[in-house]
């Protein structure tokens, strides 16, 4: 009985010993995984909004998982704005923020909505293919609807709408230096109810484009 006891002992320290070996060894291997470090949002960021190094803090991720755009050092985020919302405990990447004056990002004010308009849709398109970002313009729309092709009257679907960008016939957004392009759709920024027009006259009729004297 007495030798059945010490087996039973020396059988329970062995595998205390090497249950305390496998856990040693596997926290060994679990530290040696490389982890790098990347940018957390600490808090939820709207669209557009600038953001500071505060929204953000710094966690450890299996280098594995970190992506090659992933932002690592806070220097990354300095003057940027967010492109679209993001969210706590989201990692930040390259292609959510950007510099205020970027030509191919797009930040819209509260309410506003981003509308583009085909050139082939405006009268007089060489004229709208001149347009470029912080351009302010009315719109109007006029459809034909009857069969002696007498056109309705115009109707106003918008006042000093800000041009948001233009876009070539290869998806690049023009900017002043582009003078010789002409852009094959443009993007304005609008309020509700100008989405609403705008976007049920696209399959008819046309536009027609004036650049406004007065700022939105």
Same mark, same amino acid.
């Given at each position: ?16 010993? #090497?249950? $305390?070996? #496998? &856990?040693?060894?596997? !926290?060994? =291997? ?13 808090? /939820? @960021? ?21 992506? !090659?755009?992933? &932002?690592?050092?806070?220097?990354? @985020?300095?003057?940027?704005? =967010?492109?679209?919302? #993001?969210?706590? $405990? ?8 950007? /510099?205020?004056d970027d030509n191919s990002k797009i930040f819209l004010k509260k309410n506003e909505k981003e509308i583009s308009i085909p050139i082939n849709? @405006? ?11 912080? /351009?302010?313009?009315? @719109? ?11 056109? /309705?009257? =115009? ?9 948001l960008g233009a876009v070539d016939s290869q998806g690049k957004f023009l900017d002043s230096t582009d003078k010789n392009v002409l852009a094959?759709?443009? #993007? ?29």
């Amino acid at each position: 009985m007495h030798f059945r006891v010490k087996t039973l002992i020396g059988t329970v320290l062995i595998a205390t010993a #090497l249950f $305390g070996t #496998l &856990i040693y060894i596997e !926290d060994k =291997a679990v530290n040696k995984i490389p982890k790098t470090e990347v940018l957390v949002a600490t808090k /939820d @960021i709207n669209q557009g909004t600038l953001i500071k190094e505060s929204d953000f803090k710094k966690v450890q991720y299996s280098s594995s998982d970190v992506k !090659d755009n992933d &932002i690592k050092n806070f220097d990354n @985020i300095k003057d940027k704005y =967010a492109l679209s919302n #993001l969210y706590k $405990g989201e990692t930040i990447n390259k292609n959510r923020i950007a /510099d205020k004056d970027d030509n191919s990002k797009i930040f819209l004010k509260k309410n506003e909505k981003e509308i583009s308009i085909p050139i082939n849709k @405006i009268n007089g398109d060489v004229f709208a293919g001149t347009l470029r970002k912080g /351009d302010v313009v009315d @719109i109007a729309h006029t459809v034909n609807n009857n069969t002696q092709g007498v056109e /309705d009257q =115009a109707q106003i679907d918008g006042r000093h709408v800000k041009i948001l960008g233009a876009v070539d016939s290869q998806g690049k957004f023009l900017d002043s230096t582009d003078k010789n392009v002409l852009a094959s759709s443009i #993007l304005i920024a609008g309020s509700e109810d100008e989405f609403i027009k705008i976007s049920g006259h696209l399959s008819s009729g046309y536009f027609t484009i004036a650049k406004s004297s007065i700022s939105k």
